[in-house]
């Protein structure tokens, strides 16, 4: 009976492997190239349901009725908002795929395959209750990464970007791997409340060299400062479609991930990695944003932009409290739509041939040319710069207000100077696209999805997003309620 | 006393084939003797009880990894006389490298004496059923315990199969491939065909 309920409760990974295997046999049947476009609509039709099957455990509490399989997994509303944002990032950049890579000669229905996977794996990672189902749900989502980022086999860029996502990625894993067999060590446990439990009374070296590695383990995956250095040539390598899935829903995982490492398993000792994440967070603000400056590809743009961002989310990590948490998850949900917005922008840019374009330059006077892919890409940057009526201030307004309450006002005085710096090149962008002379560049029609995907970040990331602050609130708050219900 | 003769014959003939795997001037041998020092390390593990390693160091180890390094060896035409050509020059190198690793044995003994760590105790949460083999230990936490890790596992083998053939595998025009339809239903007379070529032009060279 115990099984059935753990059974239950893991039905959307369970949909999502069996549906993984009975798409991959359809592919096999119908040729991968010609079934592609009708196995992606497939795979956005399971992460659709996904997310119906877990928009119930929003109102989940912590407790023993959520876990599964003995205490290795948990289906609390944590875990259930981490999933809603997951699963509809990792639809709405399938949705914008076929059209880039059928232009590419790549398309296959492995690709909507692998995406399905990589998004089981990032439910299993914020679902973790234990050590091991966190590497196993991380090492899933790697794997699956991996290949997508080296998709397009035939060009270059991509191969070089798996190639170093790959090397640079085994490391971070070992890495993570070294710090969770001393954390076994030091605490003799490798779940969450086990390891809490057991470092209830303090932190022995042994185990404070573990929390270290496993925290550099996962900056590496969430891109933070000092472990950055992959992010840019990754996001500029790998085909937009990929990028935009990688910058969206892994992210979030691997924030989550580091969420509930942080808050439960190590959370009777905060005061061990608070000032980790403290440099991490205003040293990733302040790279991203200097880092950004000069670049000239607006995939790598975004990608300093990422890493900025995620400096802004870690500033709510390190208040280490429930307002702190619950605004990353607001910031997370903001940064989501933001993130998908920007790069399907950037894969509406195309020539006349219908060849991808991706240089600032190209995009010159667009304002002119196409007025509502320049006024959508304006609204993303201004909405990443955290201009007040547009929704992106919102994140950042309510992560600055939990680390000013938690006493940490010199951690939010210097993230909002390097915000200022930030700020800088979204408005470069906006600049080149509205006073600069028409590279005439861009003229190339795009897919009717890119369109409607634009739209509806748009409208999310708009001044009309401030109607869901209640909602949204109410439902982060409940979910980061989970990470301190053993505190 | 048959263990303790056991024991001396397994780790003798460990050591001395040890030994020989890295003496042997044909790399062929050398593999041969690896195979013999695999197949005693695990009569060692049988005498400490451990028959669940015993049995992967001789289906892993030997099975797939020393054969696998076999075919590399055969495969791979290794000029020995320009590996050895590098000895003298990267000497002092080994000598280095040697002095560290053995500064290390020291430092391992010297913290071995130092006494205990002290290390977390196990919260429990998975006993060793009393009195069973190791193996039906395994077996209970793997397939009771940790039964959705080992599942996800096996998800992560499937993607990591997918990653290989989506990155190497490529479209090839005019491959022939088989048609078992077609080869079933040939008949004999259609197969063959009764040739009469002239005397000297039945060949053409």
């Known amino acids: 009976m115990d099984l059935m309920h753990s059974l239950r409760l893991v039905a959307p990974e369970e949909l999502l492997s069996l549906s993984g295997l009975a798409l991959l046999l359809a592919a096999a049947w119908l040729g991968s190239a010609r079934a592609a476009r009708v196995i992606t609509w497939l795979s956005i039709a399971v992460l659709a349901t996904c997310t119906v099957l877990v928009l119930p455990g929003l109102s989940n509490p912590a407790g023993a009725e959520v876990q599964a399989f003995g205490g290795l997994y948990s289906a609390d509303a944590f875990a259930a908002f981490a999933k809603v944002l997951i699963y509809i990032a990792a639809a709405a950049t399938l949705a914008v795929a076929p059209p880039f890579l059928e232009k590419a000669g790549a398309a296959r229905a492995e690709y909507p395959i692998l995406v399905l996977f990589a998004a089981m794996g990032m439910g299993i990672m914020v679902s973790a209750q234990n050590l091991l189902t966190l590497y196993i749900g991380l090492e899933l989502n790697s794997l699956a990464a991996y290949v997508l980022a080296a998709f397009l086999k035939t060009d270059e860029r991509s191969a070089e970007a798996g190639l170093k996502y790959f090397v640079l990625g085994a490391l971070a894993s070992g890495i993570l791997l070294f710090g969770m067999s001393l954390t076994y060590g030091f605490t003799g446990t490798t779940s969450y409340a086990g390891i809490a439990a057991a470092l209830q009374g303090g932190i022995a070296k042994g185990a404070l060299f573990g929390l270290t590695f496993v925290l550099a383990g996962l900056a590496f995956k969430v891109s933070a400062v000092p472990f950055h250095m992959w992010t840019p040539d990754v996001y500029e390598g790998a085909p937009t479609p990929v990028t935009a899935f990688f910058a969206s829903a892994p992210k979030v995982a691997a924030l989550g991930l580091t969420m509930r490492v942080a808050l439960e398993a190590f959370g009777t000792q905060a005061a061990a990695w608070q000032q980790i994440v403290i440099f991490a967070a205003i040293a990733s603000i302040v790279v991203g944003a200097l880092g950004a400056i000069g670049q000239t590809n607006l995939k790598r743009l975004l990608a300093y932009s990422s890493i900025n961002n995620v400096g802004f989310i870690l500033i709510g990590l390190a208040a280490a409290t429930p307002a702190g948490a619950s605004a990353m998850l607001v910031y997370l949900a903001i940064y989501v739509a933001m993130t998908v917005g920007g790069f399907v922008a950037v894969l509406m840019l195309k020539d006349g041939a219908g060849n991808q374009l991706e240089m600032l330059g190209d995009v010159a006077g667009l304002s002119r040319t196409r007025p509502l892919i320049a006024a959508g890409l304006a609204m993303v940057m201004f909405s990443l710069a955290g201009i007040p009526p547009l929704f992106g201030f919102w994140g950042k307004f309510v992560v600055f207000q939990a680390a000013v309450e938690a006493g940490m006002v010199p951690l939010a005085a210097l993230g909002i100077a390097a915000s200022v710096i930030g700020a800088f090149y979204y408005l470069k962008v906006v600049k080149v696209m509205y006073f600069d002379d028409p590279a005439g560049k861009v003229i190339g029609q795009s897919d009717m999805v890119h369109a409607v995907l634009l739209l509806a970040s748009a409208l999310f990331i708009s001044p009309a997003g401030y109607l869901l602050t209640k909602c949204l609130g109410h439902f982060a708050e409940t979910a980061a309620a989970v990470l301190f219900a053993g505190a | ?205």
């Open chain 2, 1 to 205: 006393m048959i263990q303790l003769l056991a024991f001396y014959l397994f780790a003798a003939l460990t050591l001395a084939a040890g030994a020989l795997t890295i003496l042997s001037r044909n790399p062929v041998h050398s593999v041969l003797w690896l195979i013999v020092a695999f197949f005693n390390a695990a009569g060692l593990m049988v005498l400490v009880g451990a028959e669940f390693i015993a049995m992967l160091l001789v289906i892993v180890y030997v099975g797939a990894v020393a054969v696998l390094f076999l075919f590399v060896v055969m495969m791979l035409n290794i000029d020995f006389a320009a590996l050895r050509a590098g000895f003298i020059k990267n000497f002092p190198l080994g000598i280095l490298l040697a002095a560290v690793l053995l500064a290390e044995v020291l430092m391992g003994v010297g913290v071995v004496q130092g006494g205990a760590l002290q290390l977390g105790t196990p919260d429990g949460s998975a006993p060793v059923p009393a009195g069973a083999q190791n193996i039906e230990a395994i077996g209970a936490v793997l397939y009771g315990k940790y039964l959705f890790l080992f599942e996800v596992a096996g998800v992560i083998l499937l993607v990591a199969m997918i990653g290989a053939i989506v990155l190497t595998h490529r479209e090839r025009k005019g491959v022939r491939g088989q048609n078992i339809a077609r080869q079933v239903a040939r008949r004999p007379d259609e197969a063959t065909v009764n040739m009469q070529p002239d005397v000297g032009k039945g060949v053409s060279l």
